[in-house]
Nanobody
């Protein structure tokens, strides 16, 4: 079992920045890969970024590449998503997720545990 709690969401103007955090408890944090997804109203949950267990490998959706940075601190059992140059289209609920097996990192079905989500709203 893994429990995940996101924080750091909020309201920001276009061009601004936010840093999301995801604290984990349960299984050994450094033993699994993690990711961030987001879901806007009326849309499907979509991949944002993923990171391997050691933090050395990362992947990003094209829509956020160059603006968002995923990272993790295994000692603190926390994953982060630094979001810069935010756009109104980044508005969504952002979810932290854990991937225990070698599933597809780009789809929600590839992940085993999810946080409750944190709202990010970007005003124009």
């Amino acid at each position: 079992q893994v429990q995940l709690v996101e924080s750091g969401g909020g309201l920001v103007q276009a061009g601004g920045s936010l840093r999301l955090s995801c604290s984990a408890s349960g299984r050994t944090f450094s033993s699994y890969a993690m990711g961030w997804f987001r879901q806007a109203p009326g849309k499907e949950r979509e991949f944002v970024a993923a990171i391997g267990w050691s933090g050395s490998s990362t992947g990003y959706a094209d829509s956020v590449k160059g603006r968002f940075t995923i990272s993790r601190d295994n000692a603190k059992k926390t994953q982060y998503l630094q979001m810069n140059s935010l756009k109104p289209e980044d508005t969504a609920v952002y979810y932290c997720a854990v991937r225990l097996s070698a599933g597809n990192i780009y789809f929600p079905a590839g992940y085993d545990y999810w946080g409750q989500g944190t709202q990010v709203t970007v005003s124009s």
